[in-house]
């Protein structure tokens, strides 16, 4: 059983950065994809970013610009990069890999981070 430990939220100011990382007890080059979801309180968890093998990547509408996400595999850690951070990126952020063995597929999540974003 893999484990995602995610860390480098906080309360950051309107316009700050942050930097979320997520570590994987077990090697990440067994995962296809490796995403961040986010989700506020009484509203559905949403996608955040995606990154499909080692350089394909997909973004939400409300982050494209703004975050980066990234993978080391050598180091089994995900990466997402906040910049330019606004009040409505405030959220809970979940780290997500995702595998295909044959015909089957695999999640894991992490227990999330909280980011704040708040003058």
């Known amino acids: 059983q893999v484990q995602l430990v995610e860390s480098g939220g906080g309360l950051v100011q309107p316009g700050g950065s942050l930097r979320l990382s997520c570590v994987s007890s077990?090697?990440?080059?067994?995962?296809?994809?490796m995403g961040w979801h986010r989700q506020i309180p009484g509203k559905p968890r949403e996608l955040v970013a995606v990154?499909?093998?080692?350089?394909?990547?997909y973004y939400a509408h409300s982050v494209e610009g703004r975050f980066t996400i990234s993978r080391h595999n050598t180091k089994n850690t995900g990466y997402l990069q906040m910049n330019s951070l606004k009040p409505e990126d405030t959220a809970v952020y979940y780290c997500?890999?995702?595998?295909?063995?044959?015909?089957?597929?695999?999640?894991?999540w992490g227990q999330g981070t909280q980011v704040t974003v708040s003058s």
């Open positions: 997500n890999a995702h595998g295909v063995v044959g015909v089957r597929s695999y999640d894991y």
């Open positions: 077990g090697s990440i080059f067994r995962f296809n994809a």
């Open positions: 990154i499909v093998g080692s350089n394909t990547t």
